[in-house]
Every structure is written in structure tokens, then in C-alpha cells.
């Protein structure tokens, strides 16, 4: 593709920063490749071809999906060593037998007797084994068989003497960090995580079930890890290929680390509420994030003379906000409400100086939920010093 100005693109547009993305990426494999853990990214966040390209470094080879949907995108696209890192919904159990008989590797996530039921219901072709990971929950309190619940050990066991179906690893996901601010608070669920997964490994040893590998990761735990990470199999993070705006909050990164945007124009001046409208609205960005920022559901990217993004806190941030001009802080303006297609934008005091933003001018909004917002896009358009290089296609469905 011949590179296009920015300004050029149609609005609202999904931006990617590749040097930002290439640079997330590396920092993540080569802190991993340090402590001698395989990272097995996720790709959930991006669902492209080209980002999964970049976090794989090339291999296209072991990586982590959420839906079937992704894992046979992947497939389709030479990938392999896929881990299906969701509870194995009996109703995908056909699909996920198709692609374990067509790739070398593919694994499924378990967490009940019924879905293993399912799997022993259907013998693999080809000499192939169902790779199976027991889904544990560490505390995260979403999906997995309690830790702690003698059911966790009987289902393993279960896993381990059936036929044609192996116990390959254990996965504990720690969402549990998203509540987290700071890296302190962030490593303590890291370390309890690490612990409760290793202490279950150690009752698995003893009940003579030794091999199989085990696996944690978020992108709060694996930007931050305890030393002890360094005896599991794998980590799993997705999101810090992106970033956003709750991972620079938790304190995953800083904001300056964020490798999206999406790019809306000002269309509408309303001086007698104070407003402007932006061709922002929720199909663009979500309303993931509820709108709690200081500056709304986004936040607007700054003027540099104003303050270093990268210097700003969680706490500094309800002080200071991003406008694309160097006015008063009292006017920073904050996205306070999307329909599906709109979004209002107003000052948190003051009036509105409206020659700052023309119709027709351009905003660039850091997401609060990088996932969620790249979600709501068919086409990203990936910038490489200040230029559109690239667009790449996400796959979608389950
Ligand atoms: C099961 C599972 N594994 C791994 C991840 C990746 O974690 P993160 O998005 O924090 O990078 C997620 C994210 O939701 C997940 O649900």
C-alpha cells in the first residue's frame, strides 16, 4: 500500500503506531526469553495476521486464541501450536477436532467432567491425541475449577488416565490484576497467582502426575514479574501489544507506551450548552470504561508543551488532561457521552473556545480498553512515521 497522510483518512479511524507495537512486543519476548519462560502471546487484543506476526517474531508458532473463530484464522494463515485458552464450550468440540487433526499442535482449556466427556466422545483421526490444559482459577473468579476444590485434582487425574487425551499443562489467568494500581499491588496477585499455580503442580507430582506444564499471564502480572515467574512453562499476555489508557492506570506501562489511537473529526459547534461533536460514538471506541476518566470515556491526546504524557500518574491524571492545543487547563475538554455514531465533547469548566477546534479538525483519542475498542473496527491503519504504511484486517466471530 503507498503511505497516506493521516489527515487524509476517513473518520473515525482505528490507528496503530508500528514502531510502538514492534517495541511493546520486543520487550515483552526479550523479558521472557531472560528468565527462560516461553511466552505464548495472546492474540485476542488485535486478531491480525501481521501483529500476530510481530509478537510471534516470525515463528508463527504458539500462540493463545479466545475464540474458534481466531484459532482457525491462524490456522488458515500458517500458524501453529494454537492453545484455545477458553472453556471448552461443547457445542465448538467438532471445530476444535478438525483443527487438532489438521495442526501439528492445537490445545483446549478444561474445567469440568462434561467437557472432557465430550472430547473422549471424539476420538481424534490421524493418530492424534486431544492436548488438553486444565483451566484452574487462581482467585480470578471467572472461569476454571477452583483451586482449592478437590475437583481440581480429580478432573486432572480424570484428564491424565483417559485414552487418547493428554494432560499438557495447567493455565491459571490473572485478571484478578485489572483491580490492581501500582506495581506493587500488581506483583502481590503475580506472586499468590505463581504460588497457588506451583502449589497445585507439587499436589499433581504427588499424585504421580508429572510433565505437564504450567501457564499464568496477564499483561498487569507479565509487565511485571515476580522472580518466581520464572519456574512456569508459559505466560499468556495479550494486551501489551497495544496498551491503553487502564493499563497506563493499573500501572502496566505508561501512556507514552500506548500504540493506539482512534482519529475523529470535530462536526458540530453548540455554544449554547458548551458542547462540540465529534464522529466518535460508541461504535468507534466502546463504553468500555464507563466514562469515568477525567477526560470522559478517552482521553484526549495532549499538547506536549502542556506536560510529558509519559510523566503523568494515575493521580496526576485527574489534574491534568490532553488537548490537542495549548489552552488553559480549566477548558481541557472531555468525551462526557457517545451515542452510536456521536460523541459530545465539553470543557470541565469554562467555555469552549470553538476557533481551537474548527469543524472539520482532528482529535486523537487514547482508548481506555485497547481490546474493546479495536473490537469495534474491520480495518486498522498502521502509521509509521506519521504516515499510514499499512492497514490490516482483524477476523471477527467466535
Ligand atoms: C484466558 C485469558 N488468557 C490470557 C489473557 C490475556 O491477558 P491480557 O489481556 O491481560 O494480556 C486473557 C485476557 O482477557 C484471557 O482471558
Given at each position: 500500500m503507498l503511505s497516506k497522510r493521516v489527515g487524509d483518512l476517513c473518520t473515525p479511524a482505528f490507528l496503530v503506531d508500528l514502531e510502538k507495537v514492534k517495541q511493546n512486543a520486543r520487550v515483552m519476548q526479550e523479558r521472557f526469553q531472560k528468565m527462560g519462560v516461553q511466552l505464548r502471546p495472546h492474540m485476542k487484543t488485535h486478531k491480525t495476521v501481521e501483529c500476530g506476526d510481530i509478537m510471534t517474531g516470525g515463528s508463527r508458532c504458539c500462540i493463545t486464541v479466545s475464540t474458534v473463530a481466531e484459532a482457525t484464522f491462524y490456522a488458515d494463515h500458517g500458524f501453529d501450536d494454537i492453545l484455545y485458552a477458553y472453556p471448552?464450550?461443547?457445542?465448538?468440540?467438532?471445530?476444535?477436532?478438525?483443527?487438532?487433526?489438521r495442526l501439528s499442535l492445537f490445545h483446549v482449556l478444561v474445567d469440568s467432567t462434561a467437557a472432557l466427556h465430550a472430547l473422549r466422545q471424539r476420538p481424534l483421526q490421524g493418530g492424534k491425541i486431544w492436548r488438553v490444559w486444565l483451566k484452574l482459577d487462581c482467585d480470578n473468579g471467572r472461569a476454571g475449577v477452583l483451586y482449592s476444590e478437590p475437583l481440581a485434582l480429580l478432573l486432572a487425574k480424570d484428564i491424565w488416565q483417559s485414552e487418547r487425551v493428554e494432560l499438557t499443562g495447567v493455565y491459571a489467568h490473572c485478571g484478578n490484576t485489572y483491580h490492581c494500581s501500582g506495581v506493587e499491588q500488581i506483583q502481590a496477585i503475580a506472586q499468590q497467582t505463581t504460588t497457588l499455580i506451583l502449589q497445585f503442580m507439587e499436589k499433581l507430582?504427588?499424585?504421580?502426575?508429572?510433565?505437564?506444564?504450567?501457564?499464568i499471564g496477564s499483561t498487569p502480572s507479565c509487565s511485571h514479574p515476580v522472580p518466581d515467574m520464572a519456574v512456569l512453562s508459559e505466560v499468556h499476555p495479550g494486551n501489551y501489544v497495544f496498551y491503553d489508557v487502564q493499563q497506563s492506570l493499573i500501572g502496566s506501562c505508561s501512556l507514552?507506551?500506548?500504540?493506539?489511537?482512534?482519529?475523529?473529526?470535530?462536526?458540530?459547534?453548540?455554544?449554547?450548552?458548551?458542547?462540540?461533536?465529534?464522529?466518535?460514538?460508541?461504535?468507534?471506541?466502546?463504553?468500555?470504561?464507563?466514562?469515568?476518566?477525567?477526560?470522559?470515556?478517552?482521553?484526549?491526546?495532549?499538547?506536549?508543551?502542556?506536560?510529558?504524557e509519559s510523566q503523568l500518574s494515575a493521580s496526576s491524571l485527574l489534574i491534568y488532561w490532553y488537548v490537542p492545543f495549548p489552552i488553559s487547563p480549566l477548558h481541557f475538554p472531555r468525551l462526557v457521552s457517545m451515542t452510536q455514531e456521536h460523541g459530545r465533547v465539553e470543557p470541565v469548566s469554562g467555555n469552549l473556545d470553538y476557533s481551537k477546534f474548527p469543524l472539520g479538525s482532528a482529535l486523537s483519542l487514547i482508548p481506555y480498553h485497547a481490546c474493546a475498542t479495536a473490537a469495534m473496527h474491520p480495518v486498522y491503519f498502521v502509521l509509521s512515521e506519521g504516515a499510514v504504511v499499512d492497514t490490516w484486517k482483524p477476523t471477527r466471530g467466535w
Open positions: 471448552l464450550p461443547l457445542d465448538k468440540v467438532e471445530r476444535c477436532a478438525q483443527l487438532s487433526e507430582k504427588d499424585a504421580g502426575i508429572d510433565g505437564p506444564k504450567c501457564s507514552d507506551d500506548v500504540a493506539v489511537r482512534v482519529l475523529t473529526r470535530v462536526i458540530g459547534h453548540y455554544p449554547h450548552r458548551n458542547q462540540l461533536l465529534v464522529d466518535c460514538g460508541w461504535t468507534a471506541l466502546s463504553l468500555d470504561g464507563h466514562g469515568r476518566l477525567p477526560s470522559g470515556y478517552a482521553v484526549i491526546e495532549g499538547h506536549p508543551d502542556l506536560r510529558s
